[in-house]
């Protein structure tokens, strides 16, 4: 008895998270990271030291989820 495969329509995104690059200050390399919207520290994956982050404009990161409309607004037309 074959099993029939179901198929299963491309999922729509329902949320959206903007990630920075911030420079590692000792191995140079861009970590990417949630914007924090008040100073806090990071750490690098690559040498895992810690350093200081700018933070984010919390109004800008809004502006850009309510653009896209949380995500839904960035799917392509085209592959609906």
């Not at 099993?3 to 299963?8: A, G, S, T, Y």
């Not at 903007?18 to 990417?32: A, D, E, M, S, W």
């Not at 919207?37 to 502006?63: I, N, R, Y």
């Amino acid at each position: 008895m074959m099993r029939e495969k179901k198929f299963i329509p491309p999922v729509k995104p329902v949320g959206l998270e903007i990630i920075f690059l911030y420079p590692c200050p000792y191995c140079g390399r861009n970590v990417p990271l949630l914007g924090p919207t008040e100073p806090s520290m990071g750490q690098c994956d690559a040498c895992h030291k810690q350093f200081p982050l700018a933070p984010v404009d919390k109004k800008s990161v809004l502006f850009i989820k309510t653009i896209l409309d949380n995500g839904r607004a960035a799917v392509d037309p085209d592959f609906l």
